[in-house]
């Protein structure tokens, strides 16, 4: 899911409405103004492609289940591989099982190309095997816009 930042907010409160604030107040304006809003389009549209393809080519993997004593802080690794083209920074999300605890419910992170291993602190509460169910990935647009 592409989600807008606020850089393409101040876009478009920069560009996008004061172009369409010209072209209602002098219409002899209008074709110039939509020409500026279909490039100022044409961008957002591009990096948000760009942001797609590159999250694509991002993998996370972890063990099915995490094994860890019961109140002794502890960490379980995450597999990350990038088969992207450059390295990009990315922001993980975790949402662990009942029973278990972090103080670190996000972390930012680097991705090399290839494969990479990011150690998520943690720390058991409950005995048992805790299954991890979700682990998010979210990553930035080439423009930032995304």
Do not use: Y
Request: proline share 7%; glycine share 10%.
């Amino acid at each position: 899911m592409l989600a807008p930042s606020p850089r393409l907010l101040l876009v478009s409160v920069v560009v996008a409405l004061p172009l369409a604030s010209v072209a209602g107040m002098f219409p002899n304006l209008t074709v110039g103004c939509a020409a500026g809003l279909v490039v100022c389009a044409a961008f957002v549209v591009f990096d948000a492609m760009a942001a797609l393809q590159r999250i694509s080519g991002i993998g996370l993997a972890t063990s099915r289940f995490i094994r860890i004593t019961k109140d002794v802080a502890a960490s379980f690794p995450v597999t990350l591989e990038n088969k992207g083209t450059e390295a990009c920074d990315l922001r993980l999300g975790v949402t662990l099982p009942q029973g278990m605890e972090t103080d670190s419910p996000v972390l930012d992170v680097s991705a090399p190309l290839g494969a990479s291993v990011v150690d998520w602190p943690c720390t058991g509460r409950a005995r048992g095997d805790h299954a991890l169910r979700e682990l998010f990935v979210e990553g930035g647009s080439p423009l930032g816009l995304w």
